[in-house]
Protein backbone atom coordinates (compact mmCIF):
# COMPACT_ATOMS: atom_id res chain seq x y z
CA UNK A 1 0.00 0.00 0.00
CA UNK A 2 1.12 3.54 -1.01
CA UNK A 3 2.05 5.82 2.06
CA UNK A 4 0.15 9.13 2.31
CA UNK A 5 2.31 12.17 1.11
CA UNK A 6 1.42 15.68 1.60
CA UNK A 7 3.00 18.01 -0.94
CA UNK A 8 3.87 21.28 -0.09
CA UNK A 9 4.17 23.63 -3.11
CA UNK A 10 5.14 27.39 -1.00
CA UNK A 11 5.56 30.50 -3.89
CA UNK A 12 6.20 34.12 -2.79
CA UNK A 13 2.60 34.88 -1.65
CA UNK A 14 1.10 31.24 -2.00
CA UNK A 15 1.01 27.58 -1.05
CA UNK A 16 -0.24 24.95 -3.05
CA UNK A 17 -1.26 21.83 -0.88
CA UNK A 18 -2.06 18.25 -1.50
CA UNK A 19 -2.94 15.05 0.39
CA UNK A 20 -1.99 12.08 -2.18
CA UNK A 21 -3.53 8.94 -0.86
CA UNK A 22 -3.33 5.34 -3.02
CA UNK A 23 -6.84 6.16 -4.88
CA UNK A 24 -6.50 9.59 -6.65
CA UNK A 25 -10.73 10.20 -5.83
CA UNK A 26 -9.17 10.59 -1.75
CA UNK A 27 -6.92 13.21 -2.84
CA UNK A 28 -6.94 16.89 -0.46
CA UNK A 29 -5.88 19.73 -2.22
CA UNK A 30 -6.20 23.48 -2.21
CA UNK A 31 -4.34 26.85 -2.06
CA UNK A 32 -3.44 29.25 0.64
CA UNK A 33 -3.38 32.78 -1.94
CA UNK A 34 -2.92 36.33 -1.32
CA UNK A 35 -0.17 35.26 1.87
CA UNK A 36 0.42 38.59 3.85
CA UNK A 37 -2.79 40.59 3.06
CA UNK A 38 -6.12 41.14 4.15
CA UNK A 39 -7.84 38.95 2.43
CA UNK A 40 -5.60 35.68 2.51
CA UNK A 41 -7.64 32.95 2.30
CA UNK A 42 -7.11 28.92 2.25
CA UNK A 43 -9.52 27.78 -0.65
CA UNK A 44 -9.70 23.88 -1.36
CA UNK A 45 -11.69 20.61 -1.82
CA UNK A 46 -11.78 17.80 1.34
CA UNK A 47 -12.85 13.99 1.42
CA UNK A 48 -15.51 13.53 -0.19
CA UNK A 49 -15.01 16.52 -2.62
CA UNK A 50 -16.38 19.08 -0.29
CA UNK A 51 -15.49 22.67 -0.83
CA UNK A 52 -13.27 23.98 1.77
CA UNK A 53 -13.00 27.99 2.11
CA UNK A 54 -10.55 29.61 4.97
CA UNK A 55 -10.08 33.29 5.75
CA UNK A 56 -6.87 34.00 7.24
CA UNK A 57 -6.38 37.72 7.60
CA UNK A 58 -3.04 38.89 7.30
CA UNK A 59 -1.28 35.29 7.68
CA UNK A 60 2.29 34.94 6.32
CA UNK A 61 3.50 31.77 5.32
CA UNK A 62 4.40 30.11 8.03
CA UNK A 63 0.76 31.00 9.72
CA UNK A 64 -0.97 29.99 6.98
CA UNK A 65 1.01 26.26 6.72
CA UNK A 66 0.46 26.53 10.50
CA UNK A 67 -3.65 26.45 10.10
CA UNK A 68 -3.02 23.99 6.95
CA UNK A 69 -1.30 21.04 9.10
CA UNK A 70 -3.04 21.38 12.29
CA UNK A 71 -6.32 20.76 9.52
CA UNK A 72 -4.19 17.86 7.72
CA UNK A 73 -2.71 16.48 10.42
CA UNK A 74 -5.91 14.29 11.67
CA UNK A 75 -5.69 12.54 8.18
CA UNK A 76 -2.11 11.31 9.69
CA UNK A 77 0.24 11.86 6.52
CA UNK A 78 2.94 9.78 6.91
CA UNK A 79 5.39 11.88 4.87
CA UNK A 80 5.68 15.48 3.41
CA UNK A 81 7.44 16.24 0.13
CA UNK A 82 8.40 19.59 -0.94
CA UNK A 83 8.59 21.30 -4.55
CA UNK A 84 11.43 23.38 -4.61
CA UNK A 85 12.28 25.16 -7.45
CA UNK A 86 16.45 25.35 -7.77
CA UNK A 87 18.24 22.01 -6.54
CA UNK A 88 21.54 23.41 -8.32
CA UNK A 89 22.94 20.32 -9.58
CA UNK A 90 21.08 17.91 -7.22
CA UNK A 91 20.43 15.16 -9.96
CA UNK A 92 17.32 13.48 -7.90
CA UNK A 93 14.84 14.37 -5.16
CA UNK A 94 16.20 14.21 -1.39
CA UNK A 95 15.71 13.13 2.02
CA UNK A 96 16.25 16.43 3.57
CA UNK A 97 19.04 17.30 6.23
CA UNK A 98 20.91 19.58 6.92
CA UNK A 99 23.01 19.52 4.18
CA UNK A 100 20.23 19.34 1.27
CA UNK A 101 19.17 22.79 3.16
CA UNK A 102 22.38 24.37 2.98
CA UNK A 103 22.54 23.21 -0.55
CA UNK A 104 19.23 24.40 -1.28
CA UNK A 105 20.05 28.21 0.32
CA UNK A 106 22.92 27.65 -1.81
CA UNK A 107 21.08 28.06 -4.86
CA UNK A 108 19.31 30.68 -3.79
CA UNK A 109 20.62 33.00 -5.93
CA UNK A 110 20.01 31.05 -8.99
CA UNK A 111 16.38 31.25 -7.87
CA UNK A 112 16.07 34.18 -5.34
CA UNK A 113 12.35 34.68 -6.33
CA UNK A 114 11.03 30.54 -5.35
CA UNK A 115 14.45 29.05 -3.20
CA UNK A 116 13.33 31.43 -0.43
CA UNK A 117 9.85 30.41 -0.51
CA UNK A 118 10.44 27.12 -0.63
CA UNK A 119 12.71 27.20 2.50
CA UNK A 120 10.22 28.52 4.44
CA UNK A 121 7.78 26.04 3.47
CA UNK A 122 10.59 23.56 4.66
CA UNK A 123 11.67 25.39 7.80
CA UNK A 124 7.73 25.24 8.87
CA UNK A 125 6.77 21.89 8.07
CA UNK A 126 10.37 21.11 10.22
CA UNK A 127 9.21 22.99 13.18
CA UNK A 128 5.38 21.27 12.82
CA UNK A 129 6.05 17.37 11.68
CA UNK A 130 9.80 17.04 13.16
CA UNK A 131 9.42 13.21 13.51
CA UNK A 132 7.82 12.88 9.81
CA UNK A 133 10.59 11.86 7.17
CA UNK A 134 10.54 14.84 4.43
CA UNK A 135 11.78 14.99 1.01
CA UNK A 136 12.77 17.83 -1.38
CA UNK A 137 11.69 17.16 -4.97
CA UNK A 138 13.82 19.24 -7.23
CA UNK A 139 11.96 21.27 -10.43
CA UNK A 140 15.93 20.92 -11.91
CA UNK A 141 16.93 17.59 -11.19
CA UNK A 142 15.05 15.96 -14.08
CA UNK A 143 16.83 17.90 -16.95
CA UNK A 144 20.60 16.63 -15.05
CA UNK A 145 20.70 13.79 -17.97
CA UNK A 146 21.28 16.70 -20.35
CA UNK A 147 24.41 16.27 -22.54
CA UNK A 148 27.04 19.36 -21.69
CA UNK A 149 26.45 20.64 -25.33
CA UNK A 150 22.98 21.26 -24.12
CA UNK A 151 23.68 23.08 -20.86
CA UNK A 152 26.70 24.96 -21.65
CA UNK A 153 26.56 28.31 -22.36
CA UNK A 154 29.02 29.74 -24.65
CA UNK A 155 30.69 31.78 -21.98
CA UNK A 156 33.99 31.88 -20.10
CA UNK A 157 35.09 28.14 -18.30
CA UNK A 158 35.39 30.28 -15.32
CA UNK A 159 31.70 31.12 -14.79
CA UNK A 160 30.87 27.61 -15.31
CA UNK A 161 33.29 26.02 -12.79
CA UNK A 162 33.22 28.56 -10.07
CA UNK A 163 30.03 29.94 -9.96
CA UNK A 164 27.61 27.17 -11.81
CA UNK A 165 26.60 29.34 -14.84
CA UNK A 166 24.96 26.97 -17.00
CA UNK A 167 21.44 25.78 -18.14
CA UNK A 168 19.52 24.10 -15.79
CA UNK A 169 15.35 23.84 -17.07
CA UNK A 170 12.44 23.68 -14.96
CA UNK A 171 8.86 22.10 -14.73
CA UNK A 172 10.83 18.97 -14.30
CA UNK A 173 8.27 16.93 -12.28
CA UNK A 174 5.46 18.18 -15.37
CA UNK A 175 7.79 17.29 -18.17
CA UNK A 176 8.58 13.78 -16.21
CA UNK A 177 5.06 12.93 -15.67
CA UNK A 178 3.66 13.97 -18.70
CA UNK A 179 6.07 12.11 -21.19
CA UNK A 180 5.94 8.93 -18.93
CA UNK A 181 2.22 9.03 -19.03
CA UNK A 182 2.50 9.53 -22.92
CA UNK A 183 4.93 6.56 -22.98
CA UNK A 184 2.88 4.06 -21.08
CA UNK A 185 -0.30 5.31 -23.45
CA UNK A 186 1.90 4.68 -26.50
CA UNK A 187 2.50 0.96 -25.25
CA UNK A 188 6.22 1.60 -24.43
CA UNK A 189 6.68 3.05 -21.06
CA UNK A 190 9.72 5.12 -20.90
CA UNK A 191 11.03 4.33 -24.39
CA UNK A 192 10.85 6.78 -27.96
CA UNK A 193 11.13 10.40 -28.50
CA UNK A 194 9.15 12.82 -26.71
CA UNK A 195 8.14 16.71 -27.05
CA UNK A 196 6.36 17.96 -24.11
CA UNK A 197 5.36 21.67 -24.14
CA UNK A 198 4.21 22.95 -20.25
CA UNK A 199 1.89 25.84 -21.17
CA UNK A 200 0.73 28.33 -18.07
CA UNK A 201 1.68 31.33 -16.98
CA UNK A 202 5.21 30.02 -16.56
CA UNK A 203 5.93 27.79 -20.01
CA UNK A 204 8.67 25.45 -21.26
CA UNK A 205 9.42 22.79 -23.68
CA UNK A 206 11.29 19.52 -23.21
CA UNK A 207 12.97 17.06 -25.51
CA UNK A 208 12.71 13.63 -23.55
CA UNK A 209 14.25 10.19 -25.09
CA UNK A 210 13.86 6.87 -23.21
CA UNK A 211 12.40 8.82 -20.23
CA UNK A 212 15.36 11.49 -19.68
CA UNK A 213 15.58 15.38 -20.62
CA UNK A 214 17.71 15.46 -23.75
CA UNK A 215 16.73 19.51 -23.49
CA UNK A 216 15.00 22.29 -22.34
CA UNK A 217 13.67 25.72 -23.22
CA UNK A 218 14.41 27.16 -19.80
CA UNK A 219 17.43 27.49 -18.91
CA UNK A 220 19.79 29.51 -15.67
CA UNK A 221 16.58 30.88 -14.57
CA UNK A 222 12.80 30.59 -15.75
CA UNK A 223 13.14 33.60 -18.24
CA UNK A 224 14.93 32.28 -20.78
CA UNK A 225 13.21 30.39 -23.23
CA UNK A 226 9.52 30.78 -25.06
CA UNK A 227 7.30 33.55 -24.29
CA UNK A 228 5.03 33.48 -21.15
CA UNK A 229 2.51 35.11 -19.31
CA UNK A 230 4.66 37.79 -18.17
CA UNK A 231 8.02 36.68 -18.94
CA UNK A 232 9.72 37.48 -22.05
CA UNK A 233 11.36 34.74 -22.77
CA UNK A 234 14.18 34.76 -25.43
CA UNK A 235 15.34 37.88 -26.09
CA UNK A 236 18.81 40.06 -27.04
CA UNK A 237 21.25 39.51 -24.48
CA UNK A 238 22.45 42.95 -25.60
CA UNK A 239 18.84 44.48 -24.43
CA UNK A 240 19.69 45.18 -21.20
CA UNK A 241 22.63 47.24 -22.09
CA UNK A 242 20.83 49.85 -24.79
CA UNK A 243 18.01 50.14 -21.55
CA UNK A 244 20.78 51.16 -19.44
CA UNK A 245 21.95 53.35 -21.70
CA UNK A 246 18.71 55.26 -23.54
CA UNK A 247 16.50 54.83 -21.05
CA UNK A 248 18.59 55.41 -17.83
CA UNK A 249 17.08 51.98 -16.53
CA UNK A 250 18.62 49.98 -13.79
CA UNK A 251 19.00 46.37 -13.41
CA UNK A 252 16.51 45.81 -11.66
CA UNK A 253 14.08 47.72 -13.32
CA UNK A 254 15.12 45.95 -16.24
CA UNK A 255 14.46 42.82 -14.67
CA UNK A 256 11.22 43.69 -13.28
CA UNK A 257 10.10 44.51 -17.08
CA UNK A 258 11.55 41.34 -18.22
CA UNK A 259 9.74 39.01 -15.46
CA UNK A 260 6.57 40.95 -14.45
CA UNK A 261 5.47 43.13 -17.77
CA UNK A 262 6.59 41.17 -20.91
CA UNK A 263 5.40 38.09 -22.67
CA UNK A 264 1.43 37.92 -23.05
CA UNK A 265 0.95 41.27 -20.93
CA UNK A 266 3.48 42.89 -22.67
CA UNK A 267 2.93 41.98 -26.46
CA UNK A 268 -1.34 42.34 -26.24
CA UNK A 269 -1.15 45.73 -23.27
CA UNK A 270 -4.03 44.13 -21.98
CA UNK A 271 -3.78 40.90 -20.21
CA UNK A 272 -1.44 37.54 -19.07
CA UNK A 273 -4.32 35.62 -19.16
CA UNK A 274 -4.57 33.65 -22.53
CA UNK A 275 -8.54 33.13 -21.96
CA UNK A 276 -8.85 36.72 -21.78
CA UNK A 277 -6.33 37.57 -25.08
CA UNK A 278 -8.52 34.49 -27.14
CA UNK A 279 -11.45 36.49 -26.59
CA UNK A 280 -10.53 39.84 -26.89
CA UNK A 281 -8.76 38.70 -30.55
CA UNK A 282 -12.20 37.51 -31.46
CA UNK A 283 -13.37 40.58 -30.66
CA UNK A 284 -11.02 42.06 -32.83
CA UNK A 285 -8.40 43.44 -30.98
CA UNK A 286 -4.89 43.77 -32.00
CA UNK A 287 -2.49 43.62 -29.57
CA UNK A 288 -4.60 39.72 -28.29
CA UNK A 289 -3.84 39.03 -31.59
CA UNK A 290 -0.51 39.68 -32.00
CA UNK A 291 0.44 37.86 -28.61
CA UNK A 292 -1.20 34.98 -29.28
CA UNK A 293 0.41 34.73 -32.81
CA UNK A 294 4.06 35.70 -31.69
CA UNK A 295 3.29 32.63 -28.50
CA UNK A 296 2.23 29.93 -31.20
CA UNK A 297 5.10 30.76 -33.35
CA UNK A 298 7.86 30.80 -30.75
CA UNK A 299 6.44 27.17 -29.23
CA UNK A 300 6.57 25.91 -32.56
CA UNK A 301 9.94 27.08 -32.64
CA UNK A 302 10.95 26.14 -29.94
CA UNK A 303 9.78 22.37 -30.28
CA UNK A 304 11.57 22.18 -33.72
CA UNK A 305 14.86 23.38 -32.05
CA UNK A 306 14.73 20.58 -29.08
CA UNK A 307 13.75 18.18 -32.17
CA UNK A 308 17.66 18.09 -33.10
CA UNK A 309 18.16 16.40 -29.73
CA UNK A 310 16.30 13.42 -30.37
CA UNK A 311 17.15 10.61 -32.38
CA UNK A 312 13.30 9.60 -33.23
CA UNK A 313 10.04 11.63 -32.81
CA UNK A 314 7.23 9.71 -31.61
CA UNK A 315 5.08 12.08 -30.05
CA UNK A 316 4.02 15.56 -28.95
CA UNK A 317 2.32 16.25 -25.74
CA UNK A 318 0.31 19.72 -24.79
CA UNK A 319 0.10 20.43 -20.95
CA UNK A 320 -0.30 22.93 -18.43
CA UNK A 321 -3.44 25.35 -18.17
CA UNK A 322 -2.84 26.46 -21.84
CA UNK A 323 -1.93 23.52 -22.81
CA UNK A 324 -4.63 21.63 -21.95
CA UNK A 325 -7.67 23.58 -21.92
CA UNK A 326 -6.80 26.05 -25.01
CA UNK A 327 -7.69 24.00 -28.36
CA UNK A 328 -7.21 27.20 -30.38
CA UNK A 329 -3.32 27.27 -29.30
CA UNK A 330 -2.59 23.35 -30.10
CA UNK A 331 -3.82 24.16 -33.71
CA UNK A 332 -1.82 27.43 -34.22
CA UNK A 333 0.87 26.14 -33.04
CA UNK A 334 1.11 22.81 -34.80
CA UNK A 335 0.09 24.57 -38.03
CA UNK A 336 3.96 26.05 -37.59
CA UNK A 337 5.21 22.05 -37.20
CA UNK A 338 4.12 20.92 -41.51
CA UNK A 339 7.36 19.04 -41.58
CA UNK A 340 7.10 17.10 -38.72
CA UNK A 341 4.67 14.58 -40.18
CA UNK A 342 1.53 15.47 -37.49
CA UNK A 343 -1.93 14.48 -38.59
CA UNK A 344 -3.65 16.81 -36.39
CA UNK A 345 -7.59 16.29 -35.38
CA UNK A 346 -9.41 19.45 -35.82
CA UNK A 347 -12.15 17.19 -34.59
CA UNK A 348 -10.51 15.21 -31.50
CA UNK A 349 -8.89 18.77 -30.92
CA UNK A 350 -11.69 20.71 -30.10
CA UNK A 351 -13.84 17.49 -28.08
CA UNK A 352 -11.69 17.77 -25.65
CA UNK A 353 -13.74 18.83 -22.75
CA UNK A 354 -11.21 20.89 -19.60
CA UNK A 355 -9.15 18.48 -17.87
CA UNK A 356 -9.46 15.46 -19.94
CA UNK A 357 -6.65 13.47 -21.66
CA UNK A 358 -6.93 12.21 -25.24
CA UNK A 359 -4.80 12.18 -28.68
CA UNK A 360 -5.81 14.62 -31.40
CA UNK A 361 -4.26 12.92 -34.03
CA UNK A 362 -5.47 10.48 -36.90
CA UNK A 363 -3.75 7.56 -35.53
CA UNK A 364 -1.06 7.72 -38.30
CA UNK A 365 2.44 9.74 -37.86
CA UNK A 366 3.92 10.52 -34.63
CA UNK A 367 1.32 11.09 -31.95
CA UNK A 368 -0.79 14.19 -30.57
CA UNK A 369 -1.44 14.00 -26.71
CA UNK A 370 -3.10 16.53 -24.38
CA UNK A 371 -2.24 15.30 -20.84
CA UNK A 372 -3.82 16.82 -17.85
CA UNK A 373 -0.45 17.24 -15.61
CA UNK A 374 -0.27 15.69 -11.67
CA UNK A 375 2.78 17.77 -10.69
CA UNK A 376 1.98 17.09 -6.91
CA UNK A 377 1.21 13.27 -7.93
CA UNK A 378 4.55 13.30 -9.02
CA UNK A 379 6.31 14.67 -6.05
CA UNK A 380 4.33 12.41 -3.66
CA UNK A 381 5.54 9.47 -5.94
CA UNK A 382 9.43 10.47 -5.85
CA UNK A 383 8.84 11.41 -2.10
CA UNK A 384 7.99 7.48 -1.79
CA UNK A 385 10.96 6.52 -3.91
CA UNK A 386 13.07 8.29 -1.78
CA UNK A 387 11.74 6.84 1.29
CA UNK A 388 11.46 3.40 -0.26
CA UNK A 389 15.15 3.47 -1.03
CA UNK A 390 16.38 4.85 2.57
CA UNK A 391 14.20 1.90 4.80
Same mark, same amino acid.
Given at each position: ?15 ? %? =? !? ?5 ? &? ?8 ? /???? *? ?111 ? %? =? !? ?5 ? &? ?8 ? /???? *? ?215
Amino acid at each position: MAISVLVINCGSSSIK %Y =A !LISERRE &DRIYGLAENL /GAAD *ARIKGITIGGEPLELSIPYADHAKALETLLARLANYNPQAIGHRVVHGGTMTHAERLTQDTIDRIRHAVPLAPLHNPANLIGIEATLALFPHLPQVAVFDTAFHQTMPERAYR %Y =A !LPQFLYS &DYQVRRYGFH /GTSH *AYVSERASELAGQKNQGGWLSAHLGNGSSTCAIWNGESIDTSMGMTPLEGVVMGTRSGDVDPSLPLFLSNNLGWDIQKIDNMLNKESGLLGLSDLSNDMRTLVEASENGHEGATLAIEVFCYRLAKSLSALSCGLPRLDGLIFTGGIGENAANIREKTVAYLPHFGLQFSVEKNNSLARGTEGRIDHGTGPQIWVIPTDEEGRIAKETRQVLGQLN
